[in-house]
């Protein structure tokens, strides 16, 4: 079972930066992929972006974010990174990480984006 593990989410002024990152419990280098979500507070949770680990690095986002964010990973540290670039307000929301094993989902606990006006 993985475990992940968010951190780095805050509060931002509007055109600022955070960096989330998401810990995994088990080396990844083996993982097809991992990603983000969030879900603003009452709306529906939102694919944000993807990293084909095993496929060299390719990365996917939703029209919503790219350009702004970029999806990384660190293999040696265990991590996909989400740096997220001038924010909007609409930005604001929790940010979850997730991988896709042996045909089941994990979720990480989620760290708070709040983005002001």
């Known amino acids: 079972q993985v475990q992940l593990v968010e951190s780095g989410g805050g509060l931002v002024q509007a055109g600022g930066s955070l960096r989330l990152s998401c810990a995994a419990s088990?080396?990844?280098?083996?993982?097809?992929?991992m990603g983000w979500y969030r879900q603003a507070l009452g709306k529906q949770r939102d694919w944000v972006a993807y990293?084909?680990?095993?496929?060299?690095?390719?990365?996917d986002y939703a029209d919503s974010v790219k350009g702004r964010f970029t999806i990384s990973r660190d293999n040696a540290k265990n991590t996909v990174y989400l740096q997220t670039n001038i924010l909007k307000p609409e930005d604001t929301a929790v940010y979850y990480c997730?991988?896709?094993?042996?045909?089941?989902?994990?979720w990480g606990q989620g760290t708070q984006v709040t983005v002001s006006s």
């Open positions: 990293i084909y680990i095993s496929s060299g690095g390719i990365t």
């Open positions: 088990e080396s990844i280098f083996r993982l097809e992929g």
């Open positions: 997730y991988v896709d094993r042996g045909g089941r989902r994990y």
